[in-house]
């Protein structure tokens, strides 16, 4: 579909209404920047483009805890929210409607700097207590496998905290993020130990949202691969990690 159909059709069929956009603190994808407060990152920065290329208003917010907008909005009655950066996993795709992939991310062990084991596998983490959080992606693979001590949290901010106090002797987490979430909540010292896993983001919309909205983002998210803006939007903030 080329943009200027894709506009013509929400101009005569009016899909085009605003989105409101869940999110959550996990940088360098999506988090709250210090100096001004405002939300930036790589995911945020893509959606925000491709949300102008597409005519289709897009308002952000990360002051929802993150397993509650997962199920809000997949609820049937939702035809303007979505939520990222969201893992597309098998149990996931029936409930939402995907665009993307936006990011690659890589996960993450994370431990205090006197941590003395050697994890060359995730086999060798099973003897440990591993802090989590509630509907995380990374905690669920971990519960898929089993055969793992998790201590699962309601909010992930808690577990840089419980690391460093020694009431969880590791903590899975994003590699790029894992330090800055911890910095934030004045956690310093921690180290990755095991990087596990790659996946790609998405941004997942509510069953409800017009068709022809998710097909003019995601139309715009494909031009900005294609042109080089995705690159250069992901490229000015792995640079600082």
């Known amino acids: 579909m080329s943009r200027f159909l894709f506009l013509v059709l929400c101009l005569l069929l009016r899909p085009c209404a605003a989105l409101t956009l869940y999110s959550e603190i ?9 100096t001004n407060g405002k939300i930036v990152g790589i ?45 597309r996993t ?5 409930w939402y409607q995907w665009v993307g992939p ?20 995730l086999a060798d983490a ?13 905690t669920a693979f971990l519960e898929k496998m089993g055969g793992f001590k998790l ?12 690391l460093a106090a020694g009431r969880i002797d590791l903590w899975i987490s994003s590699l790029y993020g894992g330090r800055q979430m911890a910095a934030t909540v004045g956690v310093s010292g921690i180290k ?11 941004l997942a919309c509510g069953p409800k949202v017009p ?24 490229d000015s903030y792995l640079r600082n990690y």
Not at 126 to 138: A, E, K, M, V
Not at 151 to 162: F, H, Q, R, S, T
Not at 211 to 233: C, F, N, P, V, Y
Request: hydrophobic share 40%; charged share 25%.
């Open 211 to 234: 068709t022809t909205t998710i097909a003019g983002l995601q139309h715009a998210l494909d031009e900005m691969r294609r042109d080089g803006t995705s690159k250069r939007i992901t």
């Open 26 to 34: 996990n940088e360098p994808f999506n988090f709250i920047e210090q």
């Open 90 to 94: 098998t149990e996931r795709e029936p």
């Open 43 to 87: 995911s945020v920065d893509l959606l925000t483009e491709a949300g102008r290329r597409a005519n289709v208003p897009l308002s952000i917010l990360i002051t929802v805890p993150w397993a509650r907008a997962l199920d809000l909005v997949k609820r049937t009655d939702q035809n303007d929210a979505c939520i990222f950066s969201v893992t």
């Open 151 to 162: 201590d699962i949290v309601y909010d992930d901010m808690l577990n840089p905290k419980k």
């Open 192 to 202: 990755p130990v095991l990087v596990f896993h790659e996946v790609d983001n998405y």
């Open 126 to 138: 099973r003897p440990y207590t591993i802090g989590g959080y509630l509907n995380d992606s990374r």
């Open 102 to 121: 936006l990011a690659r991310a890589k996960w993450a062990l994370f431990a205090r700097a006197d941590f003395k084991g050697q994890l060359k596998t």
